[in-house]
C-alpha cells in the first residue's frame, strides 16, 4: 500500500511538471505573438517613419536593401490605413500580420501591394497573410496583385469592402509577357467576406499558366 502512494505521488508530480511546462510554452507563444523585436530580418514597420502603414512598410523595406527581410505588423494599434502602394519582390520580402482577427488594414490606395519579380526565376517566394484587408469600395480598386511570383504562400488573409465597379481583391496577373507566369502558389484560409474576390489574367505569350 505504502509503494501505491509512493508511486501515486511521483505520477502526480510528473504530471504537475508536464502541466507547468506546456503552461510557459503557451505563454511564450503568446507573447511572441504580441512582442515583435527586430533582429534577424524581422522589422516592425510601425518603427520607421511615414504617412501611412504603406510608407513606413516601404521605408522598412530601404532600410536595408538587398537582405532578406520579414515585416511583421502587429495587431496592437490597428487598424491601420495603406494608402501608399507597396511594390516588393517577394523572393526578398514577406509581409505577415499577426493573425486575420488581430490585424486589421484598410486600404485606400490600389494596388496596396504589389508583388513583382523583374526577372523570374525559380527561387521561392516568402510569405504574405495574417491580417484583414478592407477597401474603401472606390471603383477599379486592387487590394493585392501578384505577378510573376513562384512558389509563394498566401495564408490567413481576409479580404473586405472591394465592392467598387470593377474592384478586385487579389489580382493573378500574369499577363506581363517578360514577367513569365505564376506557378506552384500555395494558398490556404483566404475569405472574401464582401465584395469582389479573385481575378486571373493572362496573354498568348503565358497561355502555359
Known sequence: MTKYREDHSKIRVILLMVLCTLFVFCVNIASAQISISSGDGILNPLTFSGSDLGAQINNAIASSAGVYK??????TGSPYTWSTTVTIDPRYVSIVGQGSGIT??????????SLYEANFSLDPGGVIGGFTMTG??????????SAGVFNERWDDITFSGFTGTGAVSWYLYNSNSSNGWQERI?????RIENGSGLKFSYNAANIAA
Do not use: D, M, R, Y
Not at 104 to 113: E, V
Open 70 to 75: 520579414k515585416i511583421v505588423i502587429p495587431g
Open 136 to 145: 474603401n469600395g472606390s471603383a477599379s480598386q486592387v487590394g493585392i496583385q
Open 104 to 113: 486589421f488594414i484598410n486600404c485606400t490606395a490600389s494596388p496596396c501591394l
Open 186 to 190: 500555395h494558398a490556404s484560409k483566404i
